[in-house]
């Protein structure tokens, strides 16, 4: 890649209504850690095979609408899936400055306030150089019900390695990923309880992806966080690594790894014992660090 593209999703939606799949994966599936012995490998479960929708059509060029433009930066945006339940905001913040490029995506799942929260904010910030891509409400239905799931599927579950999703949601997303061409990709999620603490928990846990400078950025993150953010008398909330998430199965970020080789990272709070305004500081205080670590944007506290 001629430049570092990173993405943040937040919640995404695609160029039609979901296809019908499992929806069987459980609460914070990307994160789901892996099985002691297992070395951090994630398998993949045999399924009945499904019949994949054909390969999406190249993404069109798409019909930006300038928001704001300075001598600094403009901010354009462009929707997905123009026309249907699924349309949905991406928007493009573009530095006078080259450099690279970050996809940010919120909204993944509807009920996860704090990932899309974030995004929105993230999406109006100045940064320095690169550009800077956000998808605020990646599952624009799933967000506006404010449930995990819309149509009966889980989003982030119709990102398979190496493959064609059933979803045609996904698919678009996908497709503008590709078309942005990320080196960094940042996926904004919340959980109902924390990592190692709760049984199924998998919040205030930041989750790298195997490829690129994720687990550097990650473990900076973390440090920030934990020394800066996250009061002394919440030790339980301090933030942990993740397992670090390799190129096979299926959801957003291990795509970026396996297809991409580009940098993924999964950020997770946890709602137990904190607040809206706590989540969705921590997460975006997450998302400038990782961002300032490749020159896009001032680090926190400077």
């Known amino acids: 890649m001629a430049a570092i593209v990173a993405v943040v999703v937040v919640a995404s939606a695609g160029a039609a209504l979901f296809a019908t799949g499992d929806g069987s994966a459980p609460l914070d599936a990307d994160a789901v850690p892996d099985p002691p012995g297992a070395a951090g490998a994630q398998q993949t479960t045999a399924t009945t095979p499904r019949t994949p929708w054909p390969t999406p059509e190249p993404f069109p060029n798409p019909d930006m609408q300038v928001l704001s433009e300075s001598d600094n930066q403009t901010v354009s945006t462009y929707k997905l899936a123009p026309g249907t339940v699924n349309e949905t905001e991406v928007y493009v913040v573009e530095s006078s400055e080259p450099g690279p490029t970050a996809l940010v995506v919120g909204g ?119 020394e800066n953010e996250v009061p002394d008398e919440m030790q339980e909330h301090k933030f942990k690594r993740g397992n670090i998430l390799k190129g096979s199965g299926k959801s957003l970020t291990r795509r970026v790894v396996g297809d991409l080789g580009a940098s993924a990272i999964l950020i997770e709070t946890a709602k137990r014992d904190t607040t809206l305004d706590q989540r969705v500081r921590w997460t975006e205080v997450a998302v400038r660090v990782i961002l300032s670590r490749h020159g896009m944007v001032a680090a926190p506290g400077t």
Do not use: C
């Not at 320095?128 to 998808?135: C, P, Q």
């Not at 990102?159 to 960094?184: K, Q, R």
């Open 108 to 226: 993944m799942h509807g009920n996860e306030v704090s990932g899309f929260t974030a995004a929105h904010n993230i999406a109006n910030w100045t940064i320095e150089r690169g550009t800077l891509v956000v998808i605020p409400e990646a599952n624009k239905a799933a967000v506006t019900t404010r449930t995990r799931k819309a149509f009966g599927t889980d989003l982030n579950d119709e990102f398979p390695v190496g493959g064609v999703s059933n979803s045609t949601l996904a698919n678009a997303i996908w497709t503008a990923v590709e078309y942005h061409d990320p080196d960094v990709v940042i996926d904004l999620h919340s959980s109902k309880g924390i990592y190692k603490v709760d049984e199924g928990g998998v919040g205030q846990a930041i989750f790298p992806g195997a490829t690129g400078t994720a687990r550097e950025d990650t473990a900076a993150a973390i440090n920030y966080l934990n």
